[in-house]
Nanobody, 134 residues
């Protein structure tokens, strides 16, 4: 029984691209806010991008301007297109879903975003590794 299942991770040269996909169970895909998080060794889990049921998106921090989050309604997948990858993007990437879409202000690198808090995400995938290195 699929809840959330990620795919698409791998290793690329700096400047390269990867596309992650998260296959979601139907009731999660249609009803939940969904997002991508990442965690590098020795660092805290951080939000990367989110999308709600109306298609509103938020891409957070250093990913802003390089990553794009989207949903494929034919495949029931949550996708993350990552361009211009650099070594600082290397991490385990997780797909997650939140029943509610209540947003709160969170600030990263001097910029503030209205995003669903990490604590509201109740479904998590197993993760997929992304590595950008020479």
């Amino acid at each position: 029984q699929v809840q959330l299942e990620e795919s698409g991770g791998g290793s690329v040269q700096p400047g390269g691209s990867l596309r992650l996909s998260c296959l979601a169970s139907d009731y999660i895909y249609r009803s939940y806010c969904m997002g991508w998080f990442r965690q590098a060794p020795g660092k805290e889990l951080e939000s990367v991008a989110q999308i709600d049921g109306d298609g509103r998106t938020a891409v957070v921090g250093s990913a802003n301007g390089r990553f794009t989050i989207s949903k494929d309604n034919f495949k029931n997948t949550l996708d993350l297109q990552m361009d211009g990858l650099n070594p600082e993007d290397s991490a385990m990437y997780y797909c997650a879903a939140a029943r509610g879409c209540g947003r709160k202000t969170q600030c990263s690198g001097g910029t503030c975003y209205e995003i669903v808090p990490e604590s509201d995400f109740t479904y998590w995938g197993q993760g997929t590794q992304v590595t950008a290195a020479s």
